[in-house]
Antibody, heavy 118, light 108 residues
Framework: EVQLVESGGGLVQPGGSLRLSCAAS????????MHWVRQAPGKGLVWVSR????????NNADSVKGRFTISRDNAKNTLFLQMNSLRAEDTAVYYC???????????WGQGTLVTVSS | EIVLTQSPATLSLSPGERATLSCRAS??????LAWYQQKPGQAPRLLIY???NRATGIPARFSGSGSGTDFTLTISSLEPEDFAVYYC??????????FGPGTKVDFK
């Protein structure tokens, strides 16, 4: 059974940093592109970041470019999102999601809440 | 950047009725479009990919159609568990992905 379990969310002050993790199991993690998608309270889904299988290629939404870094540890089957210079508008539930062979997000974690507030 | 718009924002229907949801892209995405369902407090679930292909385990009452800039998700006969928010997503503008704002299907 495919499982994605996010952790690392919490309350952080504006300008602060946070590192999210996503532990993967039930599939060959090292063969899958992975994504982060976020959802502000009561709002829609927003794609954040994507990483290829070996971590050599990453892409980010303009809204987080230069502040967020996606990475992975294939030996530990774990995806990361390093978030720096956090702003109030980064407050959201952050989901990790697997990219299927057809290029869409077929499995999602349960999400972890990040709240940026003083 | 490709922008997706969805209509209507809210669709009020009764169980057993047919639901027709629309997603329009600001430029052609060919057939590179997916539909997701999200219920309160849950992660999204992939329903349809490449505009018209049902994902694994998705009931046949869900169908997708369209290409280019105009797409439709149809639920042929609403079940109680289908009342949720539905999002479209494009991957044509690789490597950047975008979602539409969502359509909420609620009880009339």
């Amino acid at each position: 059974e495919v499982q994605l379990v996010e952790s690392g969310g919490g309350l952080v002050q504006p300008g602060g940093s946070l590192r999210l993790s996503c532990a993967a199991s039930g599939f060959t993690f090292s063969s899958s592109w992975m994504h982060w998608v976020r959802q502000a309270p009561g709002k829609g889904l927003v794609w954040v970041s994507r990483i290829n299988t070996d971590g050599s290629n990453t892409n980010n939404a303009d809204s987080v470019k230069g502040r967020f870094t996606i990475s992975r540890d294939n030996a530990k089957n774990t995806l990361f999102l390093q978030m720096n210079s956090l702003r109030a508008e980064d407050t959201a539930v952050y989901y990790c999601a697997r990219e299927s062979a057809t290029g869409y997000n077929d499995y999602w974690g349960q999400g972890t809440l990040v709240t940026v507030s003083s | 950047e490709i922008v997706l718009t969805q209509s209507p924002a809210t669709l009020s229907l009764s169980p057993g009725e047919r639901a027709t949801l629309s997603c329009r892209a600001s430029q052609s995405v060919s057939n590179s479009l997916a539909w997701y369902q999200q219920k309160p407090g849950q992660a999204p679930r992939l329903l349809i990919y490449d505009a018209s292909n049902r994902a694994t385990g998705i009931p046949a009452r869900f169908s997708g159609s369209g290409s280019g800039t105009d797409f439709t998700l149809t639920i042929s006969s609403l079940e109680p568990e289908d009342f949720a928010v539905y999002y479209c997503q494009q991957r044509s503008n690789w490597p950047l992905f975008t979602f539409g704002p969502g359509t909420k299907v609620d009880f009339k």
